[in-house]
């Protein structure tokens, strides 16, 4: 191996593919260092290598990330150490519009305040307004369920009760509604006239619905907020026009994360954290849906008890499915 | 949402690939490489003021990447480390010049990936999802380290062949 080798020389790729793997002695690896460093080609070819090398390492291994559970923990340390300096960079960024508050712990310790103020068994209805429909434009509405089509997101309204039961109405323009749903075992899905569909997979009639398809999904907000610790640079905040709240920015920092692109959360100062206002932003930049949902806390009222379960929402009479 | 916040979590979600891909070209260790990549996010947000928006914003990330690997590789002082800085300024050069069309066509890879047969896939997993290198593939496979190793090769020449193709074609 003395002849330095040529950019398609055989022997450069045995360093390249070598080096992909980790599989070069400590005196290979020099020798590919030294020709990466001497020659622009050589580290074209390198780099061109990589990038089909680095791509394999996010897919696949958001695939494992993606077959494992969602955990509400919030491993601490992450957010200790993120949050300082990127308090401090989102003061930088909005120009004095937000009055920074670069404390780590009161970041951490707000979304934990969050996470736990969203798994408490009060029950919440939230009002969801799409207030940025992509570059798909403003869709058609959907006028019944004849079509097949569900309606859209725009103008439905979720209720939430602990971490794990919510109900989403969504209304055709003919005014019947279309209810999915979880009791917390089971999920479910109501269409104005047919079959009710039920099944033990909880997120199976979540399809669809902005966010479900990423890692912080809206229906449960335990878990949407749980999830902002992997992926997401927070910030706490306090914003002038939150009057008097405090504001929780999150930006995304890791692509393999597919959630929004941003959140910002509303919540006040006191014990009582309970999100008052979820904006997310960035949710389908493809224009596969809107890409901007704000939810907004319109009621904290007790629901009947059974308000959760499928029957609650159709008529006894309804034929059953399970899938 | 701030406009100069959604411009940089904008330009950041397009500069990201060519960034992640250059700290892996110099950090073989998956985990680390995430830890870098999560500080240069951070030191991209905090240093936006200064971006000068006439320039294009890859380079610009990317050389602050390239500082952040200076500070990990003094930081690794002592271990088994590949590149020298004359090394990692021609990385860096090398992905800043790469045209975003290139990086956008990386998009094929998960269609490419499907179309492995059941071998080379098996083979991506163990060594891309499980992290694991082919000496320690090879018990799992049946088969030598480097034998592993070239199959690998083959594989990854088939995937690069394959997102050159035109969509449709693949």
């Excluded at chain 1, 009055?99 to 009060?122: G, H, M, Q, Y």
């Amino acid at each position: 191996m003395n002849a330095a080798p040529l950019e398609s020389d055989p022997e450069l790729d045995r360093l390249i593919e070598g080096h992909l793997d980790g599989m070069l002695d400590e005196d290979d690896e020099h020798r590919l260092g030294r020709l990466v460093a001497e020659s622009a080609g050589v580290a074209e070819r390198l780099a061109r290598a990589i990038l089909v090398h680095d791509r394999l390492i996010d897919l696949l291994r958001s695939e494992r990330g993606n077959s494992a559970s969602v955990s509400p923990v919030v491993p601490r340390s992450r957010l200790l150490r993120l949050a300082l300096p990127l308090g401090l960079a989102v003061g930088i960024v909005v120009g004095g519009l937000l009055l920074l508050r670069p404390a780590p712990a009161n970041a951490s310790a707000a979304l934990e305040r969050l996470v736990r103020a969203s798994t408490a068994a009060t029950d919440r209805q939230y009002a969801i307004r799409v207030v940025d429909h992509g570059p798909g434009g403003v869709p058609d509405p959907v006028p019944s369920e004849a079509g097949g089509r569900k309606p859209g997101v725009d103008g439905a309204t979720l209720f939430v009760r602990g971490a794990d039961k919510f109900v989403f109405v969504r209304t055709f323009a003919d005014g019947t509604v279309f209810v999915n749903g979880c009791d917390g075992e089971i999920g479910w899905s109501v269409p104005p006239t047919g079959h009710v569909h039920l099944s033990e997979d909880r997120r199976r009639f979540r399809r669809g619905i902005p966010g479900e398809r990423d890692d912080l999904p809206f229906l449960s907000l335990a878990e949407g907020l749980a999830g902002l610790c992997r992926g997401y640079a927070l910030s706490l905040v306090e914003a002038p026009e939150a009057g008097g709240r405090l504001r929780l920015e999150a930006v995304r920092t890791d692509s393999r994360h597919r959630g929004p692109a941003r959140a910002t959360i509303d919540f006040p100062a006191g014990d009582d954290a309970a999100a008052e206002r979820i904006e997310l932003g960035g949710l389908a930049p493809d224009g596969s849906g809107p890409d901007g949902v704000v939810l907004e806390l319109v009621e904290r009222a007790p629901l009947p008890a059974d308000f959760f379960d499928h029957a609650h929402h159709h008529d006894a009479s309804r034929p059953i499915d399970w899938e | 949402m701030d406009q100069r916040l959604r411009q940089v979590t904008r330009e950041w979600t397009l500069a990201q690939p060519a960034v992640a891909a250059f700290l892996t070209s110099v950090v073989r260790d998956f985990r680390e490489r995430d830890d870098l990549l999560q500080e240069v996010a951070v030191a991209v947000l905090e240093s936006y003021d200064r971006y000068d928006e006439s320039r294009p914003f890859v380079p610009w990330a990317i050389g602050i990447a390239r500082h952040r690997v200076g500070t990990w590789l003094r930081s690794r002082r002592r271990a088994r480390v590949c590149f020298d800085s004359a090394a990692v300024e021609q990385l860096a050069a090398a992905f800043a010049a790469i045209p975003a069309g290139d990086y956008r066509r990386l998009d094929r890879l998960a269609e490419c990936l499907a179309l492995l047969e059941h071998k080379a896939r098996e083979l991506c997993e163990l060594r891309y999802r499980d992290d694991l290198k082919p000496a320690a593939i090879a018990p799992l496979v049946g088969m030598t380290a480097n034998t592993v190793a070239k199959a690998l090769q083959r594989v990854r020449d088939r995937l690069r062949e394959c997102i050159e193709q035109e969509p449709g074609l693949a």
